[in-house]
């Protein structure tokens, strides 16, 4: 059984940053393309950033581009995003997800990020 | 970015009744596309796949069509259970979500 485990949310001031990381189980983790999605309280879900199998693709949301890194531990089987000069809009449920040929075929139960002075 | 528009918000139909979801994506897509039911306090739960391709476990009643840029998601006799959100994605060129279609009861 596919098993997604997010960690590393909390309360954050604006502007300071923060680490997610995603611990991955129950299929082989290397094979995989993995991403991030946000849904923020009472909002839709939006894409934030995904990783191809080797690490040599990346892909990031024009709403984050620039603020956060995607990257992955194939040996550790975690995902990890880290999030720079966090903003209020940023506050939302963040989940990972396994990739199968692009559909989200299995997800996790979230973290939840809040930005708040 | 390519975006996705789902249609209508706010779906209201009796229990038994058939509903209509549509997603359109600002470019083509070929069958890129997935949908996602959601229910609150859950994660989204993967329905439909390449456009028309029911996921492991989810029931008959649910059938999805469409290529390009025109996309429909049918249920053809609600259940209690399918009163969700459901969510329009592409894939064709990263992700992208549409903002979803709330069915609820009529």
């Known amino acids: 059984e596919v098993q997604l485990v997010e960690s590393g949310g909390g309360l954050v001031q604006p502007g300071r940053s923060l680490r997610l990381s995603c611990a991955a189980a129950?299929?082989?983790?290397?094979?995989?393309?993995m991403y991030w999605v946000r849904q923020a309280p009472g909002k839709g879900l939006e894409w934030v950033s995904g990783i191809t199998w080797n690490s040599a693709d990346k892909g990031y949301s024009e709403s984050v581009r620039g603020r956060v890194t995607i990257s992955r531990d194939n040996a550790e089987n975690r995902l990890y995003l880290e999030m720079n000069s966090l903003r209020v809009e940023d506050t939302a449920l963040y989940y990972c997800?396994?990739?199968?040929?692009?559909?989200?075929?299995?997800w996790g139960q979230g973290t939840l990020v809040t930005v708040s002075s | 970015e390519i975006v996705m528009t789902q249609s209508p918000a706010t779906l209201s139909v009796s229990p038994g009744e058939r509903a209509t979801l549509s997603c359109r994506a600002s470019?083509?897509?070929?069958?890129?596309l997935a949908w996602y039911q959601q229910k609150p306090g859950q994660a989204p739960r993967l329905f439909i796949y390449e456009a028309s391709t029911r996921a492991t476990g989810i029931p008959a009643r649910f059938s999805g069509s469409g290529s390009g840029t025109e996309f429909t998601l049918t249920i053809s006799s609600l259940q209690s259970e399918d009163f969700a959100v459901y969510y329009c994605?592409?894939?064709?060129?990263?992700?992208?979500f549409g903002q979803g279609t709330k069915v609820e009861v009529k």
């Open positions: 470019q083509s897509i070929r069958s890129n």
């Open positions: 129950g299929f082989t983790f290397s094979d995989y393309t």
């Open positions: 997800a396994k990739a199968g040929a692009g559909f989200l075929d299995s």
């Open positions: 994605q592409q894939y064709n060129n990263w992700q992208t």
